[in-house]
């Protein structure tokens, strides 16, 4: 079945620094991926639709500017949190679905931010 | 927004069928019920999907209404290993189409 990949799994970081993380569809294509954030106890939250070759599509209430999101390949997405500060610590996922036309969206494991 | 209602929790014994309810009264004409589950600090699973026939696989049974508002989840044989939070989704199908996740259930499967 799809496999979606995230790395790292757990990151610990400075207030102040940058953090990348990645999303990568093993072994098919997604033009389209999907960047969640979730805090304890919550529900997942959808922060942007990841597009390849094109502009992401923010929710609305998430800024661009703090969680740039790059859509390089039609396998590999990257989430980076730019000048991180201790609210932006969480559970970050991402999911994807075959461009072809899958009905099913596979998740990935999951990256733990924690920021200092 | 969600477009789903569901009990914030439920209790099921070891061994025996644990039902999920799902309310979707506005659901779309072209709008899929999908169940995922999350364990705890893991990535959300895919369970099963449909559009308005009942549907089986290997883990769980989906029964959806005739007017297609609300659904439920059937796990024959509920184990602890079942022990999760479970979210019904409506959604257009497709890859680029977005999942919004409400607040879900929480499956405690007690031994």
């Known amino acids: 079945g799809a496999v979606v990949s995230q790395h790292p799994s757990r990151v610990i970081c400075k207030s102040g620094t940058s953090v990348k993380i990645e999303c990568r569809s093993l072994?098919?294509?997604?033009?389209?991926m999907f960047w969640y954030r979730q805090f304890p106890k919550k529900s997942l939250m959808l922060m942007a639709t990841?597009?390849?070759?094109?502009?992401?599509?923010?929710e609305q209430g998430v800024e661009k500017d703090k969680f740039l999101i790059n859509h390089a390949s039609l396998t590999l997405s990257t989430l980076t949190v730019t000048s991180a500060h201790p609210e932006d610590s969480s559970f970050y996922i991402c999911s994807a679905g075959e461009s072809s036309g899958a009905n099913v969206l596979t998740f990935g494991a999951g990256s733990r931010l924690t920021v200092l | 927004d969600a477009k789903t209602t569901q009990p914030p929790s439920m209790d099921c014994a070891e061994g025996r069928a644990a039902n999920l309810p799902c309310n979707h009264s506005t659901i779309s004409g072209n709008e899929y019920v999908y169940w995922y589950r999350q364990i705890h600090s893991q990535g959300p699973q895919y369970i099963i999907h449909g559009l308005k026939n009942n549907e089986t696989n290997e883990m769980a049974s989906l029964i959806i209404t005739e007017d297609r508002k609300s659904s439920t989840l059937i796990l024959p044989h509920a184990t602890l290993r079942d022990t999760a939070v479970y979210y019904c989704i409506v959604r257009v199908g497709g890859a680029t189409n977005k999942l919004i996740f409400g607040t879900g259930t929480l499956l405690a499967v007690q031994p």
């Open positions: 072994d098919f294509q997604a033009t389209t």
């Open positions: 990841s597009n390849e070759g094109s502009k992401a599509t923010y």
